[in-house]
């Protein structure tokens, strides 16, 4: 199996009023392509920085994250291209541009790496037709409902195809019948296309479907 995504010792730390707080002490994980990976804990564990620290988001105080058996660092020259055309995410809040239609806001990662808007919104139509949302192409955020926002948030997560997704508590604002729908939607990707996701999630249901699942304790994995 091609390994997508390996860290080693990574730790991070945020300075309060009476001294520090330890986050993460010393994470190693490992991630092959195709692989669907649940990374579980309770709140205020970490799970969001981990996160953010494997998608280049933030920066670890020690450690090392590698893709494909390289080092990346957060002060690379190239890394908001690296971030764009290599990662997805999904968040919780679905960060929709609301000025924006759904196959805009869709098609706004491509249209940031090619500069080219015909072939972006080509891309995002297919992608919309893929998820059923096609025919809420023209829909601004606040005309959908929240799984029909967070299918457009997990389309553009894709559209650039990316090597791994990362998804923040996606079902976390949804109710049970459109969480339900967001996961089998995500295990058909993987299905499907060998996508690889990362999901951040505090219900051991969803944890179980995945093929990995990991689970974050004072700082480390357990």
């Known amino acids: ?12 730390s945020y300075k309060e009023s ?4 330890e986050v993460l002490r010393g994470v190693n994980l490992k991630i092959n392509a195709a692989e ?22 933030d920066n670890a105080d020690s450690g090392k994250i590698f893709y494909y058996g390289k080092e990346k660092l957060m002060t690379a020259k190239n890394i908001n291209e690296f971030r764009n055309q290599n990662v997805g995410f999904v968040f919780q809040f679905h960060y929709l ?15 940031l790496a090619t500069k080219n808007f015909s072939k972006s919104i080509k891309a995002a139509r297919e992608l919309l037709k893929s998820l059923d949302i096609l025919d809420r192409k023209e829909h601004y955020p606040n005309q959908l409902s ?12 894709l559209i650039n195809k990316p090597d791994i997704v990362y998804a923040d508590e996606p079902t976390g604002n949804l109710d049970a019948r459109h969480s339900e729908e967001l996961v089998e939607l995500i295990i058909n ?9 990362v999901l951040v999630t505090h219900d051991n249901s ?7 699942h990991f689970h ?7």
């Open 18 to 21: 009476n001294g520090k707080l």
């Open 146 to 157: 929240g799984g029909e926002q967070q299918r457009v948030a997990v389309a553009r997560a």
């Open 216 to 222: 974050l304790e004072n700082g480390v994995f357990v």
């Open 206 to 212: 969803i944890a179980g479907k995945m093929t990995k």
């Open 97 to 111: 541009l609301e000025d924006f239609t759904a196959e805009e806001n869709v098609a706004m990662p491509m249209f």
């Open 189 to 197: 990707l993987n299905k499907e296309h060998g996508q690889t996701f």
């Open 36 to 57: 669907l990976v649940a990374i579980t804990g309770q709140s205020g564990s970490g799970k969001s920085t981990l996160l953010h620290l494997l998608g280049m988001l």
């Open 1 to 12: 199996m091609t390994e997508i995504l390996k860290t080693i010792d990574l730790k991070k």
